[in-house]
């Protein structure tokens, strides 16, 4: 199954900025998604980035907020505008193929202050 | 109500002891299950998959799917302090994008 280098692992922010979250996998993949686990809470899919379209969001996440690209099969990025405190969370990267054996990346840990 | 429901636990066993983990759930689109373990900060590490009602053993873990009852589980044999993690159940229509349950925490005592 792919591997998945995910970066930063963590960040602390300021309410107002922005982070992008950097998704790398170590082969070809055809299915990319982007997942939130608030503290103490279970994943939650924000979006399916599309190689070479726009990314699929699920109900409650819009692109102004969480835009994705996906440049290739083997990269994608998210990126959280405009934070603030509620968007406190772990963002994981997930990848996988048609066959499932879905990989997660280690997740990014951020604090928005 | 929630479209995949999970006991959060915690759960607490010796070691030795066998171990099941349910979910259950209310849409019967969902035709892909899956087990996920989850290490305190790690992500999600996939155990086992399965699209069909019965058993699939693999080495310690067995997963169980009840199409019928929407209704499935995971079995830990001979649990080691190693298995202390939260378990994920994790369901897919077929989108390929998963609905996970809230996960249950377990601990085996040494």
């Known amino acids: 199954s792919a591997v998945i280098s995910q970066k930063p692992s963590r960040d602390i922010c300021q309410r107002g900025t922005s982070l992008t979250i950097q998704c790398q996998v170590d082969?070809?993949?055809?299915?990319m998604f982007w997942y939130r686990q608030q503290p103490g809470q279970s994943l939650t899919l924000i979006a399916t980035a599309n190689q070479g379209s726009e990314a699929t969001y699920e109900s409650g996440f819009v692109i102004d907020k969480f835009p994705i690209s996906r440049p290739n099969l083997t990269f994608s990025t998210l990126t959280v505008s405009n934070m603030s405190p509620e968007d406190s969370s772990i963002y994981l990267c997930?990848?996988?193929?048609?066959?499932?054996?879905?990989?997660f990346g280690s997740g990014t840990r951020l604090t928005v202050v | 109500q929630k479209e995949v429901e999970q006991d959060p636990g915690p759960l607490s066993v010796p070691e030795g002891a066998i171990v099941s983990l349910n979910c259950t759930y209310s849409n019967s689109a969902f035709q892909y299950f899956m087990w996920y373990r989850q290490y305190s900060r790690k992500g999600p590490e996939l155990l086992m998959y399965t699209y069909s009602s019965g058993n699939k053993e693999d080495g310690r873990f067995t997963a169980q799917v009840d199409k019928s009852s929407k209704y499935i589980s995971l079995f830990i044999r001979d649990s080691q302090p190693s298995d202390s993690a939260t378990y994920l159940c994790?369901?897919?229509?077929?989108?390929?994008?998963?609905?996970f349950g809230s996960g249950t925490r377990l601990q085996v005592q040494p």
């Open positions: 994790a369901l897919d229509t077929g989108r390929r994008a998963l609905t």
């Open positions: 082969s070809q993949v055809t299915m």
């Open positions: 997930s990848a996988g193929g048609q066959n499932y054996g879905y990989t």
